[in-house]
C-alpha cells in the first residue's frame, strides 16, 4: 500500500492523493528550488582562463565538469510533484504501478561522477575546519571569527560566496589555493546545496586540504545521491517550500524515465561517455510555476502506469556497464547516512520484481510532518563493519566488487564476510546468497521492457511534430540501436 502507516490504519482521501495523507487538510504549494547559476558561470569562466598544465589538474579531479552541466532552471511544479511521492523510509518514490528511485548508475550516466572509491564519512572537528578555512581564504583565526550577522564569518551556513571567490579565485594566490577553491565551491555549488542560497560551508575543505586522499579518489556520487535521499525526506515533510541537493540530477532522472514529462524539445544522446544532463535542454523558456501545474503533475502521476515508464534508459544491463548500483547497504556523506536497496526496484536492472527483503531501519528516526523535529540514525557501527572489518583496505570498491560479482570465482575477503553477506544483503541480486546454494538471479526481461523503449519513442516521433531535426534524427538512431541491440 503506498505510504501506508505501520498499525494498519486506513490512509483517508483527500482529493484523492495519496500524498496528502502526509499533511493532514494542508495544502502544499509549489516548492522553491535553489540553483547557484551566477556561481557556476563564474566557475565556468574561471576555468575558461586557465594555462593548459593548471587545466590538466583540475580535469583530473573528475568533478571540473559539473558547473557546465548543472541546469539553469527547474521545472518546480514538476519537481514538487514527484517530491509528493517519495518515501523516506525505502528512499523511493511510491508510484501507482509501485516504486522507482534514482540509483547509483542514474548518477554515474547523468552527472559522470564517479561511485566507487572511498566514502565521504568523516565529520571533522569545528577546529580543523576553521583551520583549513584561514589557510584557503588567508584570512587569521580571529578575523574569521568576527560577527556577520548573527553568525561568525565562516561558521553557521557557511561562508559567503562572493567572498570566497574574491579571497581566492580573484586574488593572486598560489595555484594550489585556487585548485581547493575552485573545488570547495563546485562541491556546494553543484552537488552539495544547502538552503542558504548564498553561502558555501567550509566542511568540503576536509577532503580538499586536512585528508592526503586525491579528490578523485573518493565516491562523489554516492555522497551527492545520499544528500540528495536526506534532502527529498526533509522536503517531504508539510511544512517545507525550499528544496535543496543536485536537484539537476532529480530533474534530468525524470526526463530519462518519464518521457511523458520531458521538454517538447527535450534533446535525447546516444552517446554514454558525456553526462547526461549535458544532453537535456531544459527549455528556453521558464517553466510556469503555478499551481495549476502543479495540480496538473499530480493528476498525471495518478493515472501514469508502468508502460510509460522508460525503465532501462542507458541499455540493456545497467549493472554490467555499472557494477556498483547492486550494492545493498547504506551510502553516506559526512554525518548523513540513508540505506540504498536496490532490490526494491529491481525493474530498473532489467529483472522480474519480486517481493524484496525487509528495508534496512534506522536505529531510531523522527520524521513527523514538522521538519524541525525530522531526525533519523542509522547504526554507524555497520557502516564501519561494512568498509572495514570484512573487506580489506576500507575501499568502497573493494566492497562493491565482493556484492556484484556475478561470475568468475569467489572474491577474496576477510573471514566473516560471508555471514555478513546472508544476513544483511538481498539473496536474489548478490551471488551465493540464496538457501539453495546458488546465485540464481531474477528472471530478465529485457525483451519487455526493450520493446517498451522502443514503442516510447516511436510514440515520442508522433506525439512532437515539432521536435527539432537533430532530436528527431537522434531519436530515429535510438530505435535503430535498441533494435540492433535486440536482434531484431
Known amino acids: 500500500m503506498l505510504g501506508a502507516p505501520e498499525d494498519g490504519t486506513v490512509i483517508p482521501s483527500f482529493g484523492g492523493h495519496v500524498a496528502a495523507y502526509i499533511w ?34 583540475i580535469n583530473g579531479s573528475g568533478l571540473s565538469h559539473l558547473p557546465r552541466i548543472m541546469f539553469r532552471r527547474f521545472d518546480r511544479p514538476l519537481i514538487s510533484a514527484f517530491v509528493e511521492r517519495w518515501q523516506p523510509d525505502t528512499n523511493t518514490f511510491h508510484m501507482p504501478f509501485r ?9 554515474y550516466h547523468i552527472l559522470r561522477l564517479r561511485i566507487d572509491g572511498s566514502m565521504v564519512s568523516t565529520s571533522p572537528s569545528t577546529d580543523v575546519i576553521r583551520d583549513a578555512c584561514s589557510i584557503t581564504m588567508d584570512m587569521t583565526v580571529e578575523e574569521l571569527n568576527e560577527k556577520c550577522g548573527t553568525k561568525t564569518v565562516w561558521q553557521g551556513s557557511g561562508v559567503l560566496t562572493e567572498r ?16 581547493d577553491a575552485y573545488m570547495w565551491l563546485v562541491l556546494g555549488g553543484c552537488l552539495f546545496l544547502d538552503k542558504s542560497g548564498n553561502r558555501t560551508h567550509p566542511s568540503f575543505l576536509n577532503e580538499l586540504v586536512v585528508h592526503d586522499l586525491p579528490i578523485n579518489e573518493y565516491s562523489w556520487g554516492s555522497a551527492a545521491l545520499a544528500y540528495l535521499y536526506r534532502q527529498l525526506g526533509t522536503t517531504s515533510r508539510k511544512d517545507v517550500d525550499l528544496i535543496a541537493g543536485c536537484l539537476t540530477l532529480l530533474q534530468a532522472w525524470i526526463y ?8 517538447q524539445q527535450g534533446t535525447l544522446t546516444r552517446e554514454l561517455s558525456i553526462p547526461r544532463a549535458s544532453a537535456w535542454d531544459e527549455g528556453s523558456g521558464c517553466p510556469n510555476k503555478s499551481m495549476e501545474r502543479l495540480l496538473a503533475f499530480r493528476a498525471r502521476l495518478d493515472q501514469l502506469t508502468d508502460n510509460e515508464v522508460n525503465w532501462l534508459p542507458y541499455g540493456v544491463d545497467p549493472a ?11 551510502i553516506q556523506y559526512c554525518s548523513i547516512i540513508e540505506p540504498y ?11 522480474v520484481q519480486d517481493i524484496p527483503r525487509t528495508i534496512i531501519r534506522p536505529q531510531k528516526a523522527k520524521r513527523p510532518t514538522n521538519l524541525k523535529m525530522y531526525r533519523v540514525d542509522f547504526p554507524t557501527e555497520m557502516i564501519s563493519v561494512m568498509w572495514t572489518r570484512f573487506v580489506p583496505g576500507s575501499s568502497f570498491s573493494v566492497v562493491l566488487g565482493a556484492l556484484t560479482r556475478l561470475g568468475g570465482g569467489a572474491p577474496t575477503v576477510a573471514p566473516g564476510y560471508m555471514q555478513w553477506l546472508y544476513r544483511f544483503s538481498h539473496t536474489r541480486l548478490s551471488p551465493g546468497g540464496s538457501s539453495d546454494g546458488s546465485s540464481r538471479l531474477p528472471e530478465r526481461t529485457n525483451t519487455d521492457y526493450v520493446s517498451r523503449s522502443l514503442e516510447i519513442h516511436r510514440t515520442s516521433l508522433d506525439e512532437y511534430p515539432s521536435m527539432s531535426r537533430e532530436t528527431r534524427a537522434m531519436t530515429k538512431q535510438l530505435i535503430a540501436d535498441w533494435k540492433a541491440m535486440m536482434g531484431l
Open 24 to 57: 493532514g487538510t494542508q495544502e502544499r504549494n509549489v516548492l522553491r528550488c535553489l540553483s547557484r547559476t551566477r556561481l557556476c558561470y563564474a566557475l565556468v569562466t574561471w576555468r575558461g582562463r586557465l594555462a593548459q598544465e593548471h587545466l590538466e589538474l
Open 99 to 107: 516504486e522507482i528511485t534514482i540509483m547509483l548508475h542514474d548518477v
Open 164 to 179: 570566497i571567490m574574491g579571497l581566492t579565485l580573484e586574488a593572486q594566490r598560489p595555484y594550489g589555493v585556487h585548485y
Open 320 to 330: 554490467r556497464r555499472v557494477p556498483a548500483t547492486l550494492f545493498i547497504g547504506y
Open 256 to 263: 530519462e524515465y518519464f518521457p511523458c514529462f520531458r521538454p
Open 341 to 351: 536497496m536496490p532490490d526494491q526496484v529491481v525493474r530498473q536492472l532489467g529483472f
